[in-house]
């Protein structure tokens, strides 16, 4: 796996582990995706969750609101301003 980083987070990184403040980059790095993957697992179970109450509360309403996020999701379509 290759990865990219701004030149002067790049230099940062490499000064603080030959200053011994982090044990290296490798691990620095992987520690920070570990730390983002979980914040977006947690985030993920608190919609799971949300969609769930949401959709026995009122499941009219919740197809409802499934298929308005279906027709005017442009994710990956090539419009102006839509997000990819």
Do not use: F, K, N
């Amino acid at each position: 796996m290759t990865i990219s980083l701004d030149a002067d987070r790049a230099a940062a990184l490499q000064q603080a582990a030959r200053d011994g403040r982090i044990e290296s980059v490798s691990a620095y790095i992987g520690a920070a995706v570990e730390e983002r993957m979980g914040r977006e697992e947690r985030a993920q179970r608190i919609i799971d969750g949300w969609a769930q109450t949401a959709e026995q509360d009122d499941p009219q309403a919740w197809q409802e609101a499934l298929d308005w996020a279906r027709q005017t999701d442009q994710r990956g379509q090539d419009v102006a301003g839509a997000a990819a």
